[in-house]
């Protein structure tokens, strides 16, 4: 949600500026902007529209210098334009700032700045705070900078450049994330690791409430008193073949083929033999055997993962489960007793509504397991224990190999607390461990069906609505099959629990309707078969996700997927595979941008 870069070095800032933004144009894509001292002067170039069309703009009318702010935006206030793109500057153009979250009590300073005679330029809450800046300046940058934030209620990552300080920017972090990367003679702010990648791999992490001062040759930490502070730096790996789309059209069809190689490595990290390994974390089992409710908090795609993660924590440790939208657990004052524990799901570890979520677990003194796809980010440092899944860094907006990490994670962890709780024999165990050393090899021969996937969505690309029907541990595949569809091609669907489909939405069904129905083999097979039936009299028109084998649902159905067989409780690892290919399949057929889909962003850092 919105992007930052800040460069200050030799080389010239423009490219440098512009290599970040496109590697951080997944927080947002709405409009982007730098801003750059050429000689003593701020200049701004900024536009509406995607990274291409600044691209553009700087190709006609190149900027100069070697430092500068750059931003790509996923609009809070104000409309994606121009004029409310960043960077933004104050009155006299002294000072230039992008900006990432929120200012909550903007509108009552803007009130304020307005009567002290300060004209705005943009809709934005981001221009208050360098009209404050210019307001609380008083020959020192960073004092104004720590008096303007103390000023400011809300969420906000921020890089300033000023005029008057030609030589250093400033990076403040405030809820939103930020690093500073250490460059020689050179150095960076980034939103997010992939902005540096082969640009450095050494970084400082900025906690909340820190600002640092940034030279070519020097950083310095300040807390938000003024006070200098030290920080450890830390050293990235991360490699370009992980942010680039190889031979790939779209990261998002890259990260489904990876799938594979995921699931396998996060077997190989997380199983030993017989043993399921958690060791580094941070909870011991005196106090895992103790846990007698747990909760799960997440959104969109990752709160589908924590409903399955209830099936399996009940299935497997007896533990009585609950899931919660983040947005709404924060807000309706959730009941939680002593040995209740909070799982927070992330796939960014940025979500403000999942952050919010954590932080009310923890005012009431109950402890956090996250798990996230990025150990560096917002919930994973302030859960009380983390799990990583290891997806590596997904970029496509539309989640799908962060989504299979997380339920493989948490399919593993729930063996773990059913083996910790007593609640399962070691002979299960490895029955359960056993099918799930098999699922890469089925994933992968599911991906290998691309083709045939890709036939299907050319029959059905022109639908307005579809329908995704599951039951059991696939309603949540049946739910996010239609979140993925909706996403990225912008066709209205929706997923329900085929049992309930009766109760009311059966109404919509026509032929004109597509009904995507998850009926692989498992416990609820034929009660699924007279779900099917009825839609089927119905004049539906259905497309059955089916296990190999499986004549009979020909019957029934107008279009068959078959996928591997497996057990019941691992088929919606397989069962989501097809639904994320003909997801993207129909969006590049309507010719949607399917990594960067409409009013979207990959983190959601704004409540
Ligand atoms: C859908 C999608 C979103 C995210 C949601 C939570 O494809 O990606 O629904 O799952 O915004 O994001 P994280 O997992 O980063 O907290």
Redesign the pocket.
Known sequence: MCGIVGYIGDKPAESVLLVGLERLKYRGYDSAGVAIIDDGDIIIRKSAGKLRVLDEILKENPVNGTIGIGHTRWATHGGPSTVNAHPHNDCKNKFAIVHNGIIENYALLKERLIQNSHIFKSETDTEVIVHLIEENYNGNFLESVVKTVSQLDGSFALAIISEYHPSSMVAVRKGSPLIVGKGDGENFIASDIPALVNLTKRIYYLDDKEIAVITRDDIQFYDFSGKEIKKEEKNISITDKLVDKSEYEHYMLKEIMEQPDIVASIIRERISGEEILFNKLNFDNNYLVKIGRIIIQ?????WHAGLLGKFFIEGFARIHTEVDISSEFRYRNPVIEGDTLVVA???????AD?IAGLREAKSKFIKVLGICNNMASTIARESDAVIDIMAGPEIG???TK?YIAQVVSLFLFSLYMGKIKWALQPEDINMYINELKKIPEKIKEIVDKKDEIERLAEQYYNRNNFIFLGRSYNYPTAFEGA??LK?ISYIHSTGYQAGEFKHGPIALIDENVPVVCIATQGEIYNKMVSNIQEVKSRDGNIIVIATEGDKQIQKFSDKVIYVPNTIDILSPILNVVPLQLLSYYIALKRGCDVDQPRNLAK??TVE
């Open positions: 997440a959104a969109g795609t990752s799901i992330s796939q960014s570890g940025e979500t999942t907006v539309a989640s962060a979140l993925k996403e983190s959601v």
